[in-house]
Structure formats: structure tokens, C-alpha cells
């Protein structure tokens, strides 16, 4: 069976820092990984996703993620951060069907 | 377009009304979901349709019903609810892929329901 672990719950980050987010998968072969983004109240929004090919994927507002099959991870990442960007972070795997599975989410706070 | 449509946005209920939550897609997506999530909990999958047939229930209580009348077309029914019900439901599309495929899910902004 597919899981998806975020390690952590809170991350802090200054407006302008960089910005890392942690995702680790549990499954045999190739997950498909995405990362979702949702803020208060609302729907999940689609911020990347990975099924093969190039590890390092680019997505929207400035995001990308690098797959790494040898420490069965998805790490989140954006070089500058904007206020903006607070919001909660799910990333997800449909390893084995094609049915999303979320990790708990890491709440992204951001300090001016 | 990659909408997914959820009315209404928001939805107060009592615990022996009968409501309904309504999805909308029209992105010829065969594969149709509703999530439920608390605050501060990710999306728990309730309810997959597959090519309109209802492919996956996991384990929800019966007074919530799905129906899927066509291929666009995502409703959940609400029955004698209970205050622990209370929660952001949430529906979802995507293709169905082939044996080897990847494909992404596409979210609504969710209908709010407080059950009292």
C-alpha cells in the first residue's frame, strides 16, 4: 500500500527566504507524487506533479519539487517567499491507482 | 478549462433535514470523488465513481448517498446528519489512466457544511 509523510507540521520562514518543504512516499515502484496548496477555507490547487522522466519538476507560482527514488522523496521547494504563499501544503501520491493519497499537511507561516 | 464546481459554498443543516451537495466538471473526466476534511486534517476519501458506477464507498456511514446521474454530474445526499459531520466536503475529477499512466486530480473549492 501507498503512504505520503510530511515530517513537518509548522514551517516558519522570513518573506524573501527560501523555502523547503518535506515529502516522503511509501511504495514499491514509481509513485505518481503531486503537491497541492490550499488556503483557508478553500479547495485544493494543483501546484506540480511528477509521474517520469526529469526528476526536478517546475510548476506554478514559482514552485518546483525534486524526485529522489533513493530517499523516496518529493521535497517541495521555492527559492523566495511571498506573504501570499501561507497556506497549508498537501503533498500526495497515487502510486499503484490512480486515486490521490494526502499526507497530513505542513502549515507554511510567513513572517514579514 | 480545469474547473470543478461545488454548490452551494456554504450549507447549515439540521440534524433531520435532507440537502444535497452538487459537483460539476466538464473536462470529460470519467473518474468522479468526494473527499471529507476536518480543520487541519488532509482530505479522507469517502465516496470514487468510475465510469458513473461507484467504484470504491470506504466504509461511510449511510446517511450519506452518493449519485452520479452522468458523466459531468457529482451529488452527495445528506440524511439525518450529526453535529460530528460538520466539516468541508470536497469533490474531485480526473481522467482515468491507462495500465501504466499518471493522472492528476482536480479539486473544487468545497461546499462548508455545519450540521446542528
Known amino acids: 500500500a501507498q503512504s505520503v509523510t510530511q515530517p513537518d507540521i509548522h514551517i516558519t520562514v522570513s518573506e524573501g527566504a527560501s523555502l523547503e518543504l518535506r515529502c516522503n512516499y511509501s511504495y514499491g515502484a514509481t509513485p505518481y507524487l503531486f503537491w497541492y496548496v490550499q488556503s483557508p477555507g478553500q479547495g485544493l490547487q494543483l501546484l506540480l506533479k511528477?509521474?517520469?522522466?526529469?526528476?526536478l519538476v517546475q510548476g506554478i507560482k514559482g514552485f518546483e519539487a525534486e524526485f529522489k527514488r533513493s530517499q523516496s522523496s518529493f521535497n517541495l521547494r521555492k527559492p523566495s517567499v511571498h506573504w501570499s504563499d501561507a497556506a497549508e501544503y498537501f503533498c500526495?501520491?497515487?502510486?499503484?491507482?490512480?486515486?490521490?493519497?494526502f499526507g497530513r499537511g505542513t502549515s507554511l507561516i510567513v513572517h514579514p | 478549462d480545469t474547473e470543478v464546481t461545488q454548490t452551494p459554498k456554504h450549507l447549515v443543516m439540521g440534524m433531520t433535514n435532507k440537502k444535497s451537495l452538487k459537483c460539476e466538471q466538464h473536462m470529460g473526466h470519467r473518474a468522479m470523488y468526494w473527499y471529507k476534511q476536518k480543520a487541519k486534517k488532509p482530505p479522507e476519501l469517502m465516496f470514487v465513481?468510475?465510469?458513473?458506477?461507484?467504484?470504491i464507498n470506504e466504509s461511510v456511514p449511510s446517511r450519506f448517498s452518493p449519485e452520479c446521474p452522468n458523466s459531468s454530474l457529482l451529488n452527495l445526499h445528506l440524511h439525518a446528519l450529526q453535529p460530528e459531520d460538520s466539516a468541508l466536503y470536497l469533490c474531485?475529477?480526473?481522467?482515468?489512466?491507462?495500465?501504466?499512466?499518471?493522472?492528476?486530480?482536480?479539486f473544487g473549492q468545497g461546499t462548508r457544511l455545519t450540521v446542528v
Open positions: 500526495a501520491s497515487s502510486g499503484g491507482s490512480y486515486i490521490p493519497t
Open positions: 474531485a475529477s480526473s481522467q482515468i489512466p491507462g495500465r501504466t499512466g499518471g493522472t492528476e486530480a482536480f
Open positions: 511528477y509521474f517520469s522522466g526529469d526528476t
Open positions: 465513481y468510475s465510469y458513473e458506477k461507484l467504484s
